[in-house]
């Protein structure tokens, strides 16, 4: 009996024990073998924001769509340079202008003395007295030959040698005026067009004449783009098209144009396309500059939308494009995802985002590295 009593209550005694082991165990970890629930690295709490140093901007519609940055160089205007010639060779009596110097037009800017005007100067002057002689027998035969006592023949003659005598007298005022020449053999050589100076090749008591100009006289107040397109921009630019130029130093700036004419075959060396821009003076650029121009142009033309953000937001992550977006998660949460974009322009601390933004999304703009890190994996 008692050894019935005894099992009895070591049995009862088990059953407890095991009760209380299942009923108070700790739940078992992932050490254990059981899965720990996936966490979303993108999902970042305020605080955890705030500690990242991560600021945000919305994406913002651009102006105008840029279609791609191509090399240039910006050159003048075919009217925007020109020579200064004297038709006579001769010397250098008075250089009334120095190298660089601003420029209006019609201003002197040498006296030449010459020996043909000279000779010009003589001609008129032989022919102004044939042709006043000319004029008054000319009168005489015509009053002659309307009252019949000479031949109307010779009245006809008087006429035509009065006709060859003004048209010598002003064959020869016109050479001289046109050369700005005086019958004392002085020429005066003066600005064609208001500019600047580019280039004096002559020196008071020197020679004047030959192949080289003594002046050339550039105007800059308008500038044109000899620019090189891609052939996959070929299909895409046309004239009319907005042409920008970021100017060095100036925080930003921008010169502006447009594209006048697109060449119709391709290069085969540079596999490029020739095409021409006008383009607005602006500090700091000068001819014979080089530069990288943005031809853009409205959502019609472009084919496309197009949004602007802080050139920072974008990082390059396996040879691609990337910004940090800030969306919502599907239960709700915020969190940052990774998106590809592709950059088309990239000019005074502003990228151009022709795909892979929405307007007004929340780009992060600071802690990009630190962002870059937590969604290493995503």
């Known amino acids: 009996m008692d050894r019935k009593l005894l099992a009895g209550g070591t049995a009862a005694l088990l059953a407890v024990a095991a009760f209380g082991y299942y009923a108070f165990a700790p739940s078992p970890t992932p050490d254990q073998g059981q899965e720990a629930p996936a966490t979303d690295p993108g999902v970042l709490s305020p605080e955890q924001v705030s500690k990242l140093g991560i600021r945000l901007e919305p994406a913002q519609a651009a102006d105008a769509v840029p279609l791609g940055t191509v090399p240039g160089q910006v050159s003048l205007p075919p009217?925007?340079?020109?020579?200064?010639?004297?038709?006579?060779?001769?010397t250098a009596v008075r250089v009334l202008v120095l190298e660089g110097e601003q420029v209006r037009q019609g201003q002197p800017l040498a006296v030449v003395?010459?020996?043909?005007?000279?000779?010009?100067?003589?001609?008129?002057?032989?022919?102004?007295?044939?042709?006043?002689?000319?004029?008054?027998n000319a009168q005489r035969l015509d009053t002659l030959a309307r009252e019949g006592i000479v031949a109307g023949a010779r009245a006809d003659a008087a006429r035509a040698a009065l006709r060859r005598s003004e048209?010598?007298?002003?064959?020869?005022?016109?050479?001289?005026?046109?050369?700005?020449?005086?019958?004392?053999g002085t020429v005066t050589l003066r600005a064609p067009i208001t500019g600047r100076i580019a280039r004096v090749s002559i020196e008071t008591g020197g020679p004047v004449g030959g192949e080289m100009a003594p002046f050339v006289v550039e105007n800059t107040a308008a500038l044109t783009l000899d620019l090189q397109v891609p052939g996959h921009l070929a299909g895409k630019v046309r004239p009319g098209m907005q042409v920008s130029v970021p100017i060095s130093g100036s925080d930003g700036a921008m010169a502006t144009g447009k594209l006048l004419s697109v060449g119709a075959s391709l290069d085969p060396q540079t596999r490029?396309?020739?095409a021409k821009a006008s383009l607005d003076a602006a500090p700091g650029i000068i001819p014979g500059q080089g530069v990288m121009a943005i031809i853009s142009?409205?959502?019609?033309?472009?084919?496309?939308t197009g949004f602007s953000v802080p050139s920072a937001a974008v990082t390059r992550i396996d040879g691609q494009d990337y910004v940090f977006v800030k969306e919502s998660g599907p239960?709700?949460?915020?969190?940052?995802?990774r998106r590809k974009v592709d950059v088309v322009a990239n000019a005074?601390?502003?990228a151009i985002i022709a795909e892979g933004l929405k307007k007004g999304e929340p780009v992060a703009v600071s802690g990009i590295a630190e962002l870059k890190s937590v969604l290493a994996g995503q």
């Not at 050369?179 to 004392?184: N, S």
């Not at 142009?297 to 496309?304: F, S």
């Open 79 to 90: 009217s925007a340079r020109v020579a200064v010639t004297t038709p006579f060779a001769g």
């Open 113 to 136: 003395r010459a020996a043909e005007p000279v000779q010009f100067g003589a001609d008129l002057a032989r022919a102004q007295a044939d042709l006043a002689l000319d004029r008054a």
């Open 348 to 350: 005074g601390g502003r």
């Open 167 to 184: 048209a010598t007298v002003a064959e020869n005022r016109r050479l001289l005026s046109l050369a700005g020449a005086g019958q004392d």
């Open 297 to 304: 142009g409205d959502a019609e033309q472009a084919g496309r």
């Open 272 to 274: 490029s396309i020739a």
């Open 331 to 337: 239960k709700g949460e915020q969190r940052f995802a």
